[in-house]
């Protein structure tokens, strides 16, 4: 009975892949590729999602917005009173915080710079109308770059007085208040006394374009009614908590019937970014590994075409269909180990590479790194099989003829 020890079929492989060095050195470039790049792009990703929590936004981790729904019946009382904001300024977390009530979407007031009336220009100008709390500025983290904003002095005095958003000011053709212009809001009028520089919080750019009033004085005059909306600024890393205090300090009585905004947790945030760009990246990895797989079916299959003499020789010398399989399946395997040793070296030094040239901290999955070894091995040995599969097929009289 013919058979084959493992030395001599480890010899035989070796010799194989050794005799044309430049095709195997090729051919295991292909696989370095696809597990050096598998390898990479997950470590990449992990390392760039964890740096999400060093790199966050903190203006944006400490913004809490609160909503206040407008009570059905106009008689009711409203479900948060212009002194509650100050019961949530006294919890521990919080640095500023603003309550404003402004017109229902869709149903803005007609604003107008002046009352003169000329045919050949459009004076009156849709806009919201918001009546705040003198603490705005800070809630909103935004700035005055004509005037100033109005103060606590104003809302206790109910003055009728206005501060213009960026926006409104242009649309309105107000770009200096020292001449202490006037605005008729649906008739009533009001003395601009600041315009709106840049509103750097993203969930508060209606302001840029309304028309800003203290609360007293936009209640009698216009009645816009209460609260609105609550704007809160915290300390970093207080969001959270200061999200589930605000209700209760507001509405002790109904702190579900409010709607709080509260920016994701850094860490949760951080673990579904390094996820979606896995999954994104991944898909190229797969991609180059294939191509690796696919080199080496090539590369064996031309091997075998090119070997089909020694296959008939060592056939009739009594070579078994598996023993001639099983070289060629050996050959393919090594080839695509090799290529995972080498590819999982080199995607570990590219993501510390990475890393130290944007100074983060590198993070590489070590059993993804210990395991790509055997990835290569698998795939070079299904990417064997079918001319492993063709040389076991060839008869010995075919095979000494040689191709042709």
Known sequence: MSRLAWRDLATEAISGIGSRPARTALTIAGVVMGIGTLVTTLGVSATAGNQIAGRFDAATATEVTVHVPRPGDPAAPPPVRWTAPDDVARLNGVTAVAAYSRTEEGKDLPVRANAVKDPTRILDRLLPVIGSTPTLLDAARADVTAGRFFDSGHVTRRDRVAVLGAEAATQLGLTRVDNQPAVLVDGEPYTVIGVLGQVRRADQQVLSSAVILPWTSADDGLHLGGITTVAITTALGGAQLIAAQAPVALAPNDPAGLQ?????????????????????????????????????????????????????????????????????LLESTVIGLLGGIVGASTGVLAVVAISVARQWTPIVDGALAAASPLVGAVVGLLAGLYPALRAARMQPVDALRGPG
């Open 260 to 328: 709080v905004e509260a920016p994701p947790d850094p860490a949760s945030l951080r673990t579904g970014v390094a996820q979606d760009v896995s999954g994104l990246l991944l898909v190229l990895g797969l991609v180059s590994l294939i191509v690796g797989a696919l080199g080496i079916a090539n590369v064996t299959l031309v091997t075998v075409m090119e070997r089909t003499a020694e296959i008939g020789l060592r056939r009739a010398l009594g070579a078994r269909r598996r023993h001639i399989a099983a070289q060629f």
